[in-house]
């Protein structure tokens, strides 16, 4: 009898996967999927490994083993090139409260890698009174898409309603949620179908803001799991509120916790 071990093999989640997605991929079905893995909800996240069905490959004709010198490939050099800024035409930015590396970026019409590399940065972080080095010729920050304010009234008011509403991995209904969960819930209330994602998936699925408005998402990295891995909706002078493993409240940005995990505030398209 041929076993289940034989026939699977292992994929690993990557940000915008989801199982309907993955199913297509290897040409069976959700749900087919879901019982290869004992899932109970269709929800994901990046870095989990699923089973999925084997992939044949394409026989190849047999020949007679040649022993060879294990061949060393040494990727092409490529030669450093500045990123592209005029180095020489440079002033200071000083950050902000709300900033992020993102909207800075996009303020000076440069990519985040480039403003990391013109800034010798290694990581994303940045902390108010940081100087950075921005283009000089750059016309400076830009006016800001506006929040939908009864939007994100509605919002912050369905979520509201649910603090204490203790936390289920997977959860997306008032019986218990996970961070993305809770999210997900409380934007569908104020009119805003935006899917189910992880937190990695919202992150995607949003644009970054140079001064967060309540409403507005906060993005948390490095939490259970490397990379985006928490959010919740900010409520403004700091607060926000989420669901996190003691169920849905509210907290201080403040807190040493959250400041040290802290990723971007960003904002639905």
Not at 157 to 183: N, R
Not at 195 to 209: C, E, L, M, Q
Request: net charge positive; hydrophobic share 35%.
């Amino acid at each position: 009898m041929q076993t289940t071990r034989a026939a699977t093999s292992v994929y690993t989640v990557k940000s915008g996967d989801y199982l309907g997605k993955i199913a297509g991929n290897y040409k069976t079905t959700v749900s087919q999927l879901k019982s290869l893995n004992k899932l109970k909800s269709d929800m994901i996240y990046v870095g989990q490994k699923i089973k999925v069905p084997a992939q044949k490959a394409p026989a190849a004709p047999v020949k007679p083993a040649t022993p060879k010198p294990p061949v060393t490939t040494t990727p092409p050099k490529t030669p450093a090139t500045p990123p592209p800024v005029v180095q020489t035409e440079v002033k200071d930015y000083i950050v902000k409260s709300g900033d992020t590396l993102g909207g800075i970026a996009g303020d000076y019409q440069l990519t985040v890698k480039e403003l990391k590399a013109l800034n010798k940065l290694s990581s994303d972080r940045l902390y108010v009174g940081q100087k950075l080095k921005v283009p000089s010729t750059a016309t400076g920050p830009k006016t800001e898409l506006t929040v939908d304010s009864d939007f994100a009234a509605k919002m912050i008011a369905s979520a509201k309603k649910l603090i204490g509403v203790p936390y289920v991995w997977g959860g997306s209904t008032p019986a218990g949620f996970d961070c993305s969960g809770f999210v997900y819930y409380a934007a569908k209330q104020a009119g805003m179908d935006i899917g189910r994602y992880s937190a990695a998936g919202f992150y995607d699925r949003t644009y970054y803001v140079n001064s967060p408005k309540p409403g507005d998402i906060v993005f948390f990295e490095n939490t259970y799991k490397k990379g985006i891995s928490h959010l919740g909706i900010y409520l403004g002078n700091n607060q926000f509120i989420h669901a996190n493993d003691s169920g849905v409240m509210i907290s201080n940005m403040q807190s040493p916790y959250y400041q040290a995990h802290f990723a971007s505030f960003k904002r639905f398209y």
